[in-house]
């Protein structure tokens, strides 16, 4: 079975910084997905990024890129150039590409807050 | 936005009741996923439909049933409702294997 590890408490950063927020995994697949997730106060769930597990480079889209270390079976999201709209729960979640089931195993999440 | 919608967006019911929660996927996309959020057990997958077929089960109540209909949209029933039923229930879509899947705004189900 697969498992998702966030244990960071709640996070702080101050506006413009650069902030990197920590995820481990565990499964003996090889081959699965990696995501994050940016969920805000109002609730709803809004994917960011996402890397394969044969992916060769560090995917990135705009302002997030995600820090893929395979044999430390870790995906760590970076976000550069924090804004106050980033404050959010932010979720890592897995999926195995192998067998008829494709549902998402998300970590606990961790709470982002950036300071003016 | 995300391309899938879900209503209602919030319910008030008592316990005993049953209530249906609706999600119609992203254009195109075949999968549709139903999970629930709740702060004791975070986010947990409940089950999955392809097409019209359930493909996976998660930790679905046998109190929830849900279906995928033809023109793909799906329903989530949930009934003999309990208080620890109150939760977030998100429905997500997806166009395959390798796609990322994409929520839906949620529907907040309070139980009283």
């Known amino acids: 079975a697969q498992k998702i590890t966030q244990t960071q408490p709640g996070m702080f950063v101050q506006e413009k910084e650069a902030v990197t927020l920590d995820c481990t995994y565990d499964?003996?697949?090889?081959?699965?997905?990696l995501f994050w997730y940016k969920q805000p106060s109002s609730g709803e769930m809004i994917f960011l990024i996402y890397?394969?597990?044969?992916?060769?480079q560090n995917a990135t889209e705009g302002r997030y890129s995600l820090n893929f270390q395979k044999a430390r079976k870790s995906a760590n999201l970076v976000i550069s150039a924090s804004q106050l709209g980033d404050s959010a729960m932010y979720f890592c979640?897995?999926?195995?590409?192998?067998?008829?089931?494709?549902?998402?195993?998300f970590g606990k999440g961790i709470t982002l807050s950036v300071r003016p | 936005d995300s391309g899938v919608t879900q209503t209602p967006k919030h319910l008030i019911t008592a316990t005993g009741q049953r209530v249906t929660l609706r999600c119609s996927p992203r254009s195109g996309d075949l999968s549709v996923y139903w999970y629930q959020q709740s702060l004791d057990q975070g986010l947990q997958f409940l089950i999955q439909?392809?097409?019209?077929?359930?493909?996976a089960k998660g930790n679905i109540l046998e109190r929830f049933s849900a279906q995928q209909f033809p023109d793909l949209h799906s329903e989530l029933n949930l009934s003999s409702l309990e208080l620890g039923d109150s939760a977030l229930y998100f429905c997500a879509s997806s166009g395959g294997q390798g796609a990322g899947q994409f929520f839906g705004p949620g529907t907040r189900l309070t139980v009283l």
């Open positions: 439909y392809y097409n019209g077929e359930e493909r």
């Open positions: 890397q394969g597990s044969y992916d060769e």
């Open positions: 979640a897995m999926r195995l590409h192998t067998g008829a089931n494709s549902k998402l195993t």
């Open positions: 499964t003996s697949d090889q081959s699965y997905g």
